[in-house]
Nanobody, 122 residues
Framework: VQLQASGGGLVQAGGSLRVSCEAS????????MGWFRRTPDREREFVAA????????DYTESVKGRFTISRDNAKNTVYLQMNTLKFEDTAVYYC????????????????WGQGTLVTVSS
């Protein structure tokens, strides 16, 4: 199983960025997908998750109304659209796959990507 994250970069505060994660080696449409992020001073934390069909999504409070998770099962890809970015959104963003939707803990996810760095300048 491989989860290949991409799309990170440098963006000014208030700007937008979309990160993507393409999956291979698994039946993508059978898995819930999630995004986590990690900074040097914070443990890896839950950001957003989406169920297998894309019909349900969950977000951590700090990104609600700014971030949108979506998926394209035909392309085996999950996206995280990030708008109105803040300096504190700076982190390495990881995608992950889970057999069940609803998890917010690291141990609830079965497969992980390598991460993509998002840097928000203030």
């Amino acid at each position: 199983v491989q989860l290949q994250a991409s799309g990170g970069g440098l963006v000014q505060a208030g700007g937008s960025l979309r990160v993507s994660c393409e999956a291979s080696g698994l039946t993508f449409s059978s898995y819930a997908m999630g995004w986590f992020r990690r900074t040097p001073d914070r443990e890896r934390e839950f950001v957003a998750a989406i169920n297998w069909s894309g019909g349900s999504a969950d977000y951590t409070e700090s990104v609600k109304g700014r971030f949108t998770i979506s998926r394209d099962n035909a392309k085996n890809t999950v996206y995280l659209q990030m708008n109105t970015l803040k300096f504190e959104d700076t982190a390495v963003y990881y995608c992950a796959a889970a057999r069940l939707f609803g998890g917010v803990r690291i141990d609830e996810y079965n497969y992980w990507g390598q991460g993509t760095l998002v840097t928000v300048s203030s």
